[in-house]
C-alpha cells in the first residue's frame, strides 16, 4: 500500500478514512503519511479544525474569514508611495466591505491613473489580504484585455464566456475575485456584459454576487491627472493636501467620455454600479527613490540612499520643462536596479 502515489492529500486522505482505517500501521513508518493517519485520526476524534484542513491540505472558500484590518493597512503603508488618496479609499472600502456580512452588492472599484503608479500592486495587496495564497489563490480571476478579449469581432462570444465565467465560479465561492487589467485596451461594449452581476439584485439563478470584489484596471485619466497636478502645486497646495473632491469631476468625465477608457459610455458609471473611482498620481523622485528601496529591502540587502538616488536618476521624467513626474512610475525600477547591480 505504501507504494501507492495520491496526487491531491485530500484524496488520500478521505480513503484512510472511509476504506482503510487500519492500514495505518503498515504504512506510519514514511513520515508524511504519518501526518496524514494523524490528521485523518483527528478527523475520526472530530478534532480536525477547518483551519488544519483549509490551510494545510486543500483551498476553502472561506466567505466569513475575518478580516484583519491592521495587516493591510500595513501593507500599504509599507509598499505603496505616493498614493495618499488610494491608500485612503482602499483601506476604507475593503475594511467596510469586508467586515460586512450583508454587503447589498459585490465591491466593484476602478483603479486608473499612469503605468507604473502602483495599481497591480495594491490589486496584489487586496488578493493577499483576502486570501492566504494571494494572486495565486483559486479564487482570484485575472482578465487581460490582450490576452482574453483580443479579437474585436468575437465581443458577443466574449460576453457569453465571460457571464459563464462569473456564473460559475461566483457559485463555487461567493468570496471571489475579479480583476479585469488593460481596460483601457478592451472594446468597448464587452464589459457591460458584467452589469447584471454588480447591480443590487439580491441573487441571479440562485447565484449570490454580493460577496464579490470586481477590481478594474486602467491607465485612463493618467494624462489628465498629470496636467491638473502642476496646477494645484502652482495654487500653493502640496501633493498630500490634494482631496478627491478636487479631481473627482473632472477625470469621472474623461472616463466616461474616452473612448480609449474601457469605460467609454459604460453602463456600469452610468447606472452608478461602479462603488470607488481610485486614482493614482503620477509619481515624483522621492517616490521612486522609495521604490528602490523597497525593492532593495525585497531582496534581502541593505538600504543604501546613495544607490536608490543612482537609480532613480536613470528615469525619464516629464514633462520637458519641470521633469516634475517619472514617466513610468516605478516600472522599471527592478531592471534598472539590475543594470546597476
Ligand atoms: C472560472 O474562471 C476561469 C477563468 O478565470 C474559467 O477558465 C473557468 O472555466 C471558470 N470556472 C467556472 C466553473 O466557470
Given at each position: ?223 489628465l491627472i498629470s496636467r491638473m497636478m502642476p496646477l494645484i502645486f502652482n495654487s500653493g497646495k502640496c501633493r498630500e493636501d490634494l482631496?478627491?473632491?478636487d479631481v473627482?469631476?473632472e ?30 498620481l503620477p509619481?515624483e ?34 514633462p520637458?520643462d519641470t521633469k516634475l513626474f ?16
Amino acid at each position: 500500500m505504501a507504494a501507492v502515489r495520491w496526487s491531491h492529500p485530500g484524496t488520500w486522505l478521505l480513503f484512510s478514512l472511509l476504506v482503510a482505517p487500519h492500514i495505518h500501521v503498515v504504512v506510519s513508518l514514511e513520515p508524511i503519511t504519518t501526518g496524514f493517519t494523524i490528521v485523518a485520526a483527528m478527523a475520526l476524534t472530530g478534532y480536525l479544525s477547518s483551519e488544519i484542513y483549509c490551510g494545510w491540505l486543500s483551498e476553502c472558500c472561506q466567505v466569513n474569514k475575518p478580516f484583519d484590518s491592521t495587516a493591510l493597512e500595513d501593507d500599504l503603508t509599507e509598499k505603496l508611495f505616493g498614493q495618499h488618496l488610494a491608500h485612503e479609499m482602499i483601506y476604507k472600502s475593503l475594511t467596510k466591505f469586508l467586515s460586512n456580512e450583508n454587503p447589498r452588492k459585490p465591491l466593484a472599484l476602478i483603479l486608473y491613473g499612469r503605468t507604473g503608479t502602483g495599481k497591480n500592486l495594491v490589486s496584489k495587496i487586496i488578493t493577499e489580504n483576502v486570501f492566504d495564497l494571494g494572486e495565486k489563490s483559486k479564487f482570484v480571476h485575472l482578465f487581460v484585455s490582450t490576452l482574453h478579449f483580443p479579437h474585436d469581432n468575437l465581443i458577443t462570444t466574449y460576453k457569453d464566456q465571460l457571464q459563464s465565467w462569473i456564473r460559475g465560479n461566483s457559485s463555487e465561492c461567493a468570496r471571489s475575485i475579479f480583476i479585469f487589467d488593460e481596460m483601457e485596451k478592451l472594446h468597448p461594449g464587452i464589459i457591460d456584459a458584467i452589469k447584471p452581476f454588480l447591480d443590487h439584485s439580491n441573487n441571479i439563478n440562485g447565484v449570490s454576487y454580493r460577496k464579490a470584489i470586481f477590481i478594474f484596471i486602467s491607465n485612463a485619466g493618467g494624462d489628465l491627472i498629470s496636467r491638473m497636478m502642476p496646477l494645484i502645486f502652482n495654487s500653493g497646495k502640496c501633493r498630500e493636501d490634494l482631496k478627491l473632491k478636487d479631481v473627482e469631476d473632472e477625470l469621472y468625465d474623461d472616463l466616461y467620455n474616452n473612448r480609449n477608457s474601457g469605460f467609454w459610455h459604460s453602463g456600469l458609471i452610468e447606472k452608478n454600479l461602479i462603488d470607488y473611482f481610485v486614482p493614482f498620481l503620477p509619481l515624483e523622485f522621492r517616490h521612486v527613490m522609495k521604490c528602490v528601496l523597497a525593492e532593495l529591502r525585497l531582496r534581502g540587502l541593505h538600504k543604501d540612499e546613495r544607490l536608490a538616488y543612482r537609480v532613480a536618476i536613470e528615469m525619464t521624467y516629464v514633462p520637458k520643462d519641470t521633469k516634475l513626474f517619472s514617466d513610468k512610475g516605478c516600472k522599471t525600477v527592478a531592471a534598472k536596479l539590475d543594470l546597476i547591480l
